[in-house]
């Protein structure tokens, strides 16, 4: 195995995992109100592609925080 192909799957790796958590970066960049969940199920269940998608829908669906309301 040469160089390039070691480079290659640390870069595959890098963008797989990017992708992993995307649902988990839209919970925290909205301040979502179930961002613990949200992340815990796209931990857990992100590997099954319906978990991913579970945890993706949840985060872009639900309205973010309102500031002073709980």
């Known amino acids: 195995m040469g160089?390039?192909?070691i480079v290659m799957y640390?870069?595959?790796?890098?963008?797989g995992l990017i992708i992993y958590f995307i649902?988990?970066?839209i919970a925290v960049r909205n301040d979502h109100?179930?961002?613990g969940w949200i992340i815990l199920v796209n931990i857990l269940l992100g590997f099954t592609v319906v978990g991913w998608i579970v945890a993706l829908l949840w985060a872009v669906n639900t309205p973010k925080r309102i500031v002073g309301h709980n």
């Open 10 to 15: 640390v870069v595959a790796g890098i963008v």
């Open 23 to 25: 649902p988990s970066y």
């Open 3 to 5: 160089i390039w192909d």
């Open 33 to 35: 109100r179930s961002k």
